[in-house]
């Protein structure tokens, strides 16, 4: 029997990411824009106070995630009637809110750290919740 080349072998656990992964790596991306734009403008440019301008962003960003999602990710009304979905995709972003606001208290109140590294950590925690529990909970992956 012939041994596993290398780079095979390192290739396998990328080849295990599902290809919604991808696609929805890229609605998020956007998403992120939309919220981290948001967010720096309404604290830098606008003086809202980092947690309400954080709340705004995010919100505005779920629905730029959500509609964009069930248009190139996931396939919308699968598990579910759309009434449903939609509200479980609320309590997901209920979730993920929470997340991301508990995410920048920590890293600006109480590590100290600047308005966007925050941002950015908080964004990558929810990016990963977001994802996992669309794709195991509400959506199916479209065939």
């Not at 997901?92 to 991301?100: A, Q, R, W, Y």
């Amino acid at each position: 029997m012939e041994a596993e080349r290398p780079a095979l072998r390192l290739l396998r656990p990328i080849q295990a990411i599902p290809a919604t992964f991808y696609s929805y790596f890229v609605v998020g991306g956007i998403a992120t824009v939309v919220d981290i734009g948001g967010f720096m403008i309404l604290t830098g440019k606008y003086g809202v106070p980092w947690f309400w301008a954080a709340m705004m962003s995010f919100v505005v960003s779920v629905v730029v995630n959500y509609l964009l999602s069930i248009r190139f990710v996931f396939e919308s009304g699968v598990r579910f009637r759309r009434h449903h979905e939609a509200a479980l995709v609320l309590a997901v972003s209920v979730i993920g809110l929470l997340l991301n606001e508990a995410a920048l208290w920590v890293m600006i109140e109480m590590a100290g750290t600047g308005r966007l590294p925050a941002k950015l950590v908080a964004t990558a925690v929810v990016f990963l919740w977001n994802y996992g529990a669309r794709q195991n909970f509400i959506f199916r992956a479209p065939r």
